[in-house]
């Protein structure tokens, strides 16, 4: 029997041929579409946050799908800059219903950075507790910000 993991992580995004803001939104779009896809038949979730560039990931599901996801996206040329924050054991997934739940950056997000110190989406300077924050405020059956 696999072991249930979390696994948060940073990227920076590397969209090679966006050039407006609609090209990165059809981007995104197709990256989410292809995420769900292979998270349902890896049976994984997770939230994927996005904003002034950066990606922060979070994905739960067992030890040995973690393995490959990671490996997948080490060589993905979507983004660059794969940092890993957390890989530890969970109990239960927060993300049971969401197979990539999906949020950018707005009003609330900034308000969250502030109260942590930050006055912008920079994951990689985040403190785990802001990570932590962020990971549980997407968790939230009403959390509106999501799709």
Do not use: K, N
């Given at each position: 029997m696999n072991t249930l993991m979390r696994l948060v992580m940073f990227s920076e995004a590397a969209f090679a041929t966006a050039t407006s803001s609609s090209e990165i939104e059809a981007d995104l779009?197709?990256?989410?579409?292809?995420?769900?896809?292979?998270n349902a038949q890896r049976?994984?979730?997770?939230?994927?946050?996005?904003?002034?560039?950066?990606?922060?990931?979070?994905?739960?599901?067992?030890?040995?799908?973690?393995?490959?996801?990671?490996?997948?996206?080490a060589l993905?040329?979507?983004?660059h800059n794969l940092e890993v924050v957390v890989l530890e054991p969970i109990r239960q997934r927060v993300f049971a219903q969401?197979?990539?739940?999906?949020?950018?950056?707005?009003?609330?997000?900034a308000?969250?950075?502030?109260?942590?110190?930050?006055?912008?989406?920079?994951?990689?300077?985040?403190s785990l507790s802001l990570v932590n924050a962020l990971v549980e405020a997407a968790a939230q059956p009403d959390y509106q910000r999501c799709a």
């Open positions: 779009l197709s990256i989410l579409s292809q995420v769900r896809r292979a049976q994984l979730t997770g939230v994927l946050y996005y904003g002034e560039g950066y990606f922060l990931h979070c994905l739960e599901g067992d030890q040995a799908a973690m393995t490959e996801v990671m490996q997948r996206m993905d040329p979507r983004h969401w197979r990539m739940r999906f949020t950018r950056t707005d009003h609330s997000i308000h969250m950075l502030q109260q942590h110190g930050m006055t912008r989406f920079q994951p990689y300077e985040f």
